[in-house]
């Protein structure tokens, strides 16, 4: 997501947040940039809830957070949906 706002990022600074470079952003925002500005409705069905529950897994790795990671099964279902989330990125970048 952070690659494809190096393409955005004038307008996700405009709309967000104007210091920040993307490496420093929150998921949060920038999950909300791509819902309200990149992702069409039906992208949006998918990937929004997708990057949500990501968002809620990841800040589990903090000392004392006891959150639900999910199975074995989960994890391998979201490696292969990332795959398709890491395609779908990339079909937005321009090439030279």
């Not at 967000?16 to 952003?25: A, G």
């Not at 006891?66 to 890491?86: I, P, Q, T």
């Given at each position: 997501?952070?690659?494809?706002?190096?393409?955005?990022?004038?307008?996700?600074?405009?709309?967000?947040?104007?210091?920040?470079?993307?490496?420093?952003?929150?998921l949060h925002?920038?999950?909300?940039?791509?819902?309200?500005?990149?992702?069409?409705?039906?992208?949006?069905?998918?990937?929004?809830?997708?990057?949500?529950?990501?968002?809620?897994?990841?800040?589990?790795?903090?000392?004392?957070?006891?959150?639900?990671?999910?199975?074995?099964?989960?994890?391998?279902?979201?490696?292969?949906?990332?795959l398709h989330?890491?395609?779908?990125?990339?079909?937005?970048?321009?090439?030279?």
């Amino acid at each position: 997501m952070q690659l494809l706002l190096s393409v955005w990022l004038h307008d996700f600074r405009r709309e967000f947040d104007r210091e920040k470079e993307p490496p420093e952003l929150m998921l949060h925002s920038v999950q909300t940039f791509f819902s309200q500005n990149v992702w069409t409705d039906a992208e949006r069905a998918v990937w929004d809830p997708w990057v949500t529950e990501v968002r809620k897994r990841r800040n589990a790795v903090h000392a004392f957070c006891d959150r639900d990671l999910g199975e074995h099964a989960d994890f391998l279902a979201d490696v292969r949906r990332y795959l398709h989330f890491m395609k779908a990125i990339n079909s937005r970048l321009p090439y030279p």
